[in-house]
């Protein structure tokens, strides 16, 4: 494993917040850190708040890139392995926005031992629709033209997708700055994640679930709709859902402090369990 300094640095990591227990919060694909300030005021002073980048996404180290280990979600879960492990991280609060719901969901399982529960923001196992038994919300095709259009209009790519993710016409702040944070992100790191989480299927993994997990679900979500939420409610163990009336697939962005009061809530629920144990 990289030294402490250097996963500092190549993952960007920031820690701020005042509270006791760690919550360490995981963007989402063509997205980084930043993503998470609009949710930061309403828990700073609950909870000590570890944001970082993924190796390839925001102010990482692009140096550390590796196309063949970020190929599937198994490598961007061990960013968060590291960063637990060496900055020796107990009791932690994994928070995942979208694919980072599975990504957390993997990194736990390989330190269960450090991690308290997971936060899962508009979550899915798997974009692709599998009828009749799931609908993911795509067909193959359709994805497969999506990224390659990244080859052939990058920029016209990113203007296609961010207002399909921020889907809330009310706050177009939203899909402006997905707009530019996908344009900002390298092409190459881009299409790697792209293709690691559009064409990935982990809904086998849901059952296997060790850890109290929150489903945070928009009641309009063009990327995982509320079937999706449900399908993953029902296969989850020890798994809570919370539809939130909004549009969108970036809740955090748009409906930060409904976000955060469900979290709130949530962590005082496990409380009462855990003290008896």
């Known amino acids: 494993m990289p030294a402490y300094d250097d996963i500092i640095r190549r993952n960007n990591v920031q820690i701020t917040g005042t509270g006791q227990q760690v919550m360490l919060m995981a963007h989402g694909f063509g997205c980084n850190q930043l993503m998470w300030r609009f949710l930061q005021p309403y828990l700073s002073s609950q909870y000590k708040l570890v944001l970082f980048d993924y190796v390839g996404s925001g102010a990482s180290n692009l140096a550390a890139y590796s196309r063949q280990k970020y190929a599937d979600l198994d490598g961007y879960a061990q960013d968060i392995v590291d960063i637990c492990t060496s900055l020796d991280l107990h009791d932690v609060v994994l928070v995942g926005h979208s694919v980072s719901s599975i990504i957390s969901l993997l990194a736990a399982r390989q330190i269960p031992q450090r991690i308290h529960s997971i936060v899962m923001v508009c979550p899915s196992p798997c974009f692709l629709n599998d009828p009749p038994e799931y609908m993911g919300g795509f067909n193959k095709a359709d994805l497969t033209e999506l990224i390659d259009l990244m080859d052939k209009n990058y920029i016209g790519w990113a203007q296609y997708l961010a207002p399909l993710v921020a889907g809330n016409a ?108």
């Open 170 to 277: 009310e706050q177009d702040f939203v899909s402006a700055e997905l707009a530019e944070s996908f344009c900002s992100t390298n092409p190459i790191s881009a299409k790697n994640f792209a293709k690691a989480t559009f064409f990935s299927d982990y809904r086998a993994l849901l059952p296997q679930n060790t850890h109290p997990v929150l489903l945070l679900q928009s009641q309009t979500d063009a990327l995982a709709a509320l079937c999706v939420g449900e399908y993953m409610h029902k296969q989850t163990p020890n798994s809570a859902l919370q539809v939130v009336e909004a549009k969108g697939h970036c809740l955090h962005m748009t409906h930060p402090q409904q976000v955060a009061a469900h979290i709130v809530q949530f962590m005082q629920q496990l409380q009462p369990a855990e003290s008896l144990v």
